[in-house]
């Protein structure tokens, strides 16, 4: 008795101990075990997540702060090698932009393989690295053909290997507040957005071109710092327990796909911005042709940029109010908003409608962007994001390469840029709709995997129940024999 005692004491220490070791792992992070091999993620909501959340804003606004200020560079790269009066000059420059923009998009699907496999942490780092290399090298490039690939494919393919894993490890450590801190770290950009056309401006007057680019590069190192504070705290299978077909799973996750959700999410919202980038690239020339070359255009994209800021931030709390996938109806909102007000352009006849039509743009725009990574955390689950956000950005870069280009193909032909206006609020609308049957469709899923987990749960008592009868059967079938 005083042995079996002192054994089931021992046991209890033991795991006591275990349990308290699994607490203290993964940092701030709590391990419990709900059934025996299963264990529990509860996520810290805050202590070192507030620390990931501002390099990831960081990230966010040192990225796209620099894509969106192109258009100040431009100018001064069409001054470096050639004149700003080139008209062939100016289309082959432009391309140095779009392709660095399409890039980081484009990159996506192979960045998210990359994250699963080597680490948010790893990932962002090295993808900081080759952006500052990039950059760097930049400020020394001499000819248009150099500039393709330093500034449009290396420092865009760093900055999409720095970027999207500022968005997966968020879910480590946030859950109930996901939606304010994604509103937190999306806003980061338009901060950036906004004030730094002006320190740029300041900077090429000063110290020109080259010296700009090498100062951005400070942006770019800061980055690197910010992305070893990725600490990852999700549970992941051993090394060891992974078979080949795993691995393989693991490099293309097809789970995802098999979502219908998630198929539907993945194909509207590109099939939505087919139209969703038409005013921000037109709207300007489409402001000198209306009201004339002396018109205050730039108070419409600084209008974009502050509302677009503010909606990150109420949308992005108010999504983590909103339960489960109904999160998409916010999205809905977004589309359909900005595809009406975009027929709203060519009706403005007055600089202060266009004013009015842009504050809204700029706060639904806030709204579809910081809650994209919200609701793949809803569709796909914390486990397969990474890839399910990078196929959905590597599908976005379609159509913001293509819409804008077809948007101008029809100013040319027809003479203004009302048809284009008009046609590009089409796509958002329908888009928008097409993602309605996301709830629908994920509530029938859910309610189909509740029957079968009731119609197995009533199986497995029957074999429960049977299982005492046939021993009882085969006892007194040896005790005759």
């Known amino acids: 008795m005083t042995e079996e005692r002192s054994v089931t004491e021992g046991e ?24 025996e091999g299963e264990p529990e993620f509860v996520h810290p909501e805050g202590g070192w997540g507030w620390v990931v959340m501002l390099a990831s804003m960081w990230c966010n606004g040192s990225v796209f702060g620099i ?22 000059l100016q289309f082959k420059t432009s391309w140095v932009g779009s392709l660095s923009m399409g890039m980081i998009f484009f ?16 990932t962002a780092v090295g993808g900081a690295a080759v952006g500052f290399v990039g950059l760097l090298a930049s400020s020394f490039v001499k000819s248009l053909g150099l500039m393709y690939f330093t500034y449009g494919i290396v420092f865009a393919c760093g900055c999409s290997f720095a970027y999207q894993p500022s968005l997966v490890i968020l879910g480590h450590y946030f859950k109930r507040r996901l939606g304010l801190v994604n509103g937190i770290v999306t806003a980061g950009s338009s901060f950036f957005t906004v004030t730094l056309p002006f320190v740029l401006s300041a900077l090429l007057e000063k110290v020109g071109l080259q010296n700009t680019m090498r100062v951005l ?27 080949g077909k795993s691995r393989i799973s693991q490099i293309f996750n097809v789970n995802i796909w098999r979502s219908v959700g998630y198929r539907i999410w993945a194909f509207g919202i590109p099939a939505a911005l087919y139209g969703y980038f038409v005013p921000y690239v ?18 419409l994209l600084m209008c974009i940029g502050i509302t677009s800021g503010v909606g990150r931030l109420i949308f992005g709390r108010v999504a983590d109010y909103v339960k489960g996938v ?4 916010l999205q809905v909102s977004s589309f359909l908003v900005i595809g009406v007000m975009s027929m709203m352009i060519p009706l403005c006849h007055i600089f202060g409608g266009l004013i009015a039509v842009c504050l809204l743009m700029g706060l639904f725009d806030g709204c579809f962007i910081c809650i994209m990574a919200p609701i793949a955390f809803e569709l796909v689950g914390a486990n397969d994001v990474s890839q399910a956000i990078g196929f959905l950005l590597g599908l976005m870069s379609v159509p913001m390469v293509v819409g804008p280009p077809i948007a101008g193909f029809l100013r040319d032909k027809l003479g203004s840029y009302d048809v284009a ?3 590009a609020g089409v796509p958002p609308i329908v888009g928008g709709m097409l993602l309605c049957l996301i709830p629908w469709v994920e509530a029938r899923r859910r309610k189909r995997e509740k029957e079968e987990g009731l119609s197995k749960g009533q199986d497995e008592k029957m074999i429960e129940h049977e299982k005492p009868q046939e021993d009882m059967k085969n006892k007194m079938g040896d005790s005759v024999l």
């Open 217 to 243: 590069c400070i942006l770019m190192f800061v980055l690197m710092l910010a992305g070893f504070t990725y600490k990852p705290l999700l549970p992941v299978k051993p090394s060891n327990a992974q078979t």
């Open 67 to 88: 894509q969106n200020a192109f258009g100040i560079l431009f100018l001064y790269l069409l001054r470096e090698f050639g004149s700003e009066k080139d008209e062939d």
């Open 282 to 299: 037109h709207l300007m020339k489409h402001v000198e042709e209306r009201f004339g070359p002396e018109a205050n255009k730039e108070v």
């Open 421 to 423: 206006f008009y046609l």
């Open 326 to 329: 109904n999160k998409v109806f």
């Open 107 to 122: 990159c996506s699907p192979i960045v998210s393989v990359f994250t699963d496999i080597l680490g948010c942490r790893v």
């Open 12 to 35: 209890a220490a033991d795991s006591e101990e275990m349990s308290a070791e699994e607490t203290k792992e993964n940092g701030d992070c709590k391990v419990s075990q709900k059934t």
